[in-house]
């Protein structure tokens, strides 16, 4: 059974820094790229970040470019994303999710249930 | 690139059939795939390629696509299909995915 589990969402001050982790088991994780999705509050969801199966390729959305780094240890099953110069619009739950699918075709398959990120003074 | 467009909201009796639409993809390239996520839960793929389904996914939830509306379709509605559907692509020249704004369905 595919697991996702997130962990270390904090409450973090404007500016400041923080990384996220996702474990990943019941799938052999070296094979599928993995991607961050977030959710702000009441709103819907948007694609965050997303890493290739090898962690050579990353891909990131507008919003976050150059302020948020995604990164994969595939020797320990788990995905990061470290995030800087944190503004309050990056208050959200962020969900790690699978990826599958090639080009045009990729969509997110497993979910995890997401870690709470809360920017503010 | 491509914006995501979806009705708000859509209401349906119990045991009629609720269609949901998105548009604003790259007709004849774009693959939409569908999502739901009801309160307090993560969202779950339930439509993949424009009409296939993972397992586990009742027959009662299909897609289609007609080039430039792609569309999902809940027959025989319950009260557990009441949720928030997603729908999304992937923007390949891009290397980007998009979501739809979503649309809360209200089982009346």
């Known amino acids: 059974e595919v697991q996702i589990l997130e962990s270390g969402g904090a409450l973090v001050q404007p500016g400041g820094s923080l990384r996220v982790s996702c474990a990943a088991s019941g799938f052999t994780f070296k094979f599928f790229a993995m991607a961050w999705v977030r959710q702000a509050p009441g709103k819907g969801l948007e694609w965050v970040s997303s890493?290739?199966?090898?962690?050579?390729?990353?891909y990131y959305a507008d919003a976050v470019k150059g302020r948020f780094t995604i990164s994969r240890d595939n020797s320990e099953n788990t995905l990061y994303l470290e995030m800087n110069s944190l503004r309050a619009e990056d208050t959200a739950l962020y969900y790690c999710?699978?990826?599958?699918?090639?080009?045009?075709?990729?969509?997110?398959?497993?979910w995890g249930q997401g870690t709470l990120v809360t920017v503010s003074s | 690139s491509s914006v995501l467009t979806q009705p708000p909201s859509v209401s349906v009796a119990p045991g009629q059939t609720a269609t949901i639409s998105c548009g604003g993809f790259n007709t004849g390239s774009d693959s939409v795939h569908w999502y739901r996520q009801r309160p307090g839960q993560a969202p779950v793929l339930v439509v993949y390629?424009?009409?296939d389904r993972p397992s586990g996914i009742p027959d009662r939830i299909s897609g289609s696509n007609s080039g430039n509306t792609a569309t999902l379709t809940i027959s025989r509605v319950e009260a557990g299909d009441e949720a928030d559907y997603y729908c999304q692509v992937w923007e390949s020249s891009l290397d980007r995915a998009v979501f739809g704004p979503g649309t809360k369905v209200t089982v009346l």
């Open positions: 390629d424009d009409t």
């Open positions: 890493i290739s199966d090898t962690g050579g390729r990353t």
């Open positions: 999710a699978r990826m599958d699918g090639d080009y045009e075709l990729i969509r997110f398959d497993h």
